[in-house]
């Protein structure tokens, strides 16, 4: 079964131009090729480049290649990466997992935080709902499956309109984590209460 997978950038990636592992290590899953399940989001991920281009892919959807990443098995993979928290490694060439990117900057940072002032790993976890970002898919070592099927550019109402997504996700992103945490505190009153009170 085949699937289109999306990937932003500022011209159409052909397989001989992508080289893995590639540079980045900071990324949700380490080194990769990163592309995204849903188109908006890849266009939202590359908005404000100068010429930005979305190149459209089929691939054999092989979950006997993949590593399906879910809960705390995902944390635990995007700390490991992110904050160089664990070592880690994969013994297949296809991770899936949902996105954590921009999307989570809020939610992150306060479960980063620890403690009273932070949220948990469940409230976290939860936020991805939030997100509806949908999944990455990251080839590590090769890009077996993969073909190029499709590239277009991003500009006038299709790249107002990615604008316009990506800034309604992020308060609605806002939003939510702060009902979250609400939720684990009921009947109390946090510090953008007192501000709203004025």
Request: with cysteine; glycine share 10%.
């Amino acid at each position: 079964m085949s699937k289109l997978l999306y990937h932003g950038g500022d011209t159409t990636l052909t397989l001989d131009k992508i080289k893995l592992p590639g540079l980045r290590c900071d990324c949700d899953f380490g080194q990769g090729f990163y592309l995204a399940e849903q188109k908006d989001t890849a266009e939202e991920w590359i908005r404000k480049r100068k010429s930005p281009v979305i190149s459209v892919y089929e691939y054999d959807d092989d979950k006997s290649e993949q590593v399906q990443l879910q809960g705390v098995d995902w944390l635990k993979v995007v700390l490991g990466f992110r904050e160089r928290m664990f070592n880690i490694t994969f013994s297949k060439n296809v991770v899936v997992g949902a996105i954590a990117n921009d999307d989570m900057t809020v939610s992150i940072p306060a479960f980063m935080i620890g403690g009273i002032g932070g949220i948990g790993d469940t409230r976290l976890i939860k936020s991805l709902e939030y997100c509806k970002s949908g999944n990455q898919y990251v080839f590590k070592n090769n890009l077996n499956g993969l073909r190029l099927v499709d590239s277009y550019e991003l500009k006038g109402s299709n790249l107002d309109s990615a604008i316009l997504r990506h800034k309604e996700r992020r308060v609605s992103m806002h939003k939510d984590l702060l009902h979250l945490r609400k939720s684990a505190f009921e009947g109390e009153k946090f510090i953008e209460d007192y501000r709203e009170d004025g």
